[in-house]
């Protein structure tokens, strides 16, 4: 048996669907059937070529892609139940951490799992064994001891696609943050990270949710998600205006937590700005080498200020993503999320199309591309 991985030949260009044999699990390990796989903000980083430093000039069998869900084509032996310690059976839905922590380290052992210095990430170079080691393929091989989750029934595919990337980042980086029921929470980028955080905010008891950005479809489905103002790049076009505006809408105190989920840096000091005495600003857009900002230190300690930054996350934050998305299905439009899916042959126009409708597209058309290879 043979399996499709997309190998990508040039930054900004095309794949190539290349097969290669579909491994048998070894004990502990799981094959998974993947169904479903997101194109995220950092794919497409990785796309354009902004991650040259990692990834080599031009790509040499580069293969990506770590937002996905699936089925359990095949158990490891040994392997009986999910993360969870719910029973796991063959043709189960489950969603998994695409990184592994190595869990006996001071960092792992300090409750930072996220941060474990000696995570291993799968290969990104195709035709490494065993061969489907990322999102963008018929398969995905869990290697023994990843973590592991069962989808709830309720929770469909096309729902649960970003719980493993974006939702569990959101609900990661708000937790290190300390946001808490009551706080006003600025939002900086409404792509799929700054609407997943919308609404978790809404979940956590968030009082006031203001969000930024300068698509006026974005910040439409951001009020879908239940925010309270949205602020438009294109009425106010200067950081000066912005501050004020979020002053106004805070008593001119500032927000409780500001959350970056743009990746350009020139957004970090307007945000930092935004912030009341002893507020915390969460960093988690940035990804690309070399995003650089300056800000003033003395501000910052004058402040009060809390930096925090959020890469990864703890195995805890993809089960709380889960229940999440199971208690709050006719509550947020989730489905709108995702705009465009796409069969896995035609995965270079939904790249095309993704990069299109983060550059802002027609301004109708909007959020995310996915790629579909089972259902
Ligand atoms: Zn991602
Ligand atoms: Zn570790």
Redesign the pocket.
């Known amino acids: 048996m043979k399996g499709r991985v997309a190998v990508l030949k040039a930054y900004g260009g095309d794949f190539e669907l290349r097969e290669y044999p579909v491994p048998d699990p070894e004990p502990g390990a799981i094959l998974v059937r993947l169904t479903r796989a997101g194109v995220c903000g950092s794919d497409l980083h990785i796309w354009r070529g902004e991650m040259k430093e990692v990834y080599g000039s031009p790509p040499r069998d580069l293969t990506f892609g770590h937002e996905m869900c699936g089925r359990v084509e095949r158990l490891g032996e040994g392997v009986t139940v999910d993360s969870a310690g719910q029973p796991l059976r063959e043709g189960d839905r489950m969603t998994f951490l695409y990184f592994f ?5 001071p ?2 052992l300090r409750d930072e799992v996220g941060s ?4 291993a990430r799968p290969s990104r170079v195709a035709g490494t064994r065993p061969f489907f080691n990322n999102a963008y393929g018929d398969y995905y091989y869990l290697r023994p001891g990843g973590f592991l989750f069962r989808i709830p029934d309720e929770v469909s595919d096309d729902v649960a696609t970003p719980a493993n990337c974006a939702l569990a980042q959101v609900i990661y980086g708000l937790a290190r943050a300390g946001l808490r029921p009551g706080d006003t929470l600025v939002i900086q980028g409404a792509g799929g990270l700054g609407l997943n955080a919308v609404a978790v905010a809404r979940d956590t008891g968030a009082d006031r949710v203001i969000v930024l950005d300068r698509v006026a479809s974005r910040l439409e489905l951001a009020r879908a998600f239940g925010a309270d103002h949205t602020l438009s790049l294109a009425d106010l076009p200067t950081p000066e205006r912005r501050i004020e505006a979020v002053m106004d809408l805070t008593g001119g105190f500032g927000a409780d937590v500001v959350a970056d989920f743009v990746g350009y840096p020139e957004v970090v000091p307007e945000g930092l700005r935004m912030l009341r005495g002893g507020g915390c600003y969460l960093e988690i857009g940035s990804i690309a080498p070399g995003n650089v900002f300056s800000y003033d230190a003395t501000a910052l300690v004058r402040g009060n200020a809390r930096l925090v930054a959020a890469s990864n996350y703890s195995p805890w934050a993809l089960a709380r993503a889960l229940g999440f998305l199971r208690r709050n299905l006719g509550r947020f439009p989730f489905e709108r999320l995702v705009s465009h899916v796409f069969p896995l042959e035609d995965i270079s126009e939904a790249f095309r199309e993704a990069d299109w409708m983060q550059r802002g597209g027609d301004g109708l058309r909007l959020s995310r591309a996915a790629l579909s290879m089972a259902d």
Do not use: I, Q
């Not at 922590?101 to 380290?105: A, V």
């Not at 474990?116 to 995570?119: A, H, L, N, S, V």
């Open positions: 922590p190595c869990g006996r380290c960092v792992c474990c210095p000696r995570k």
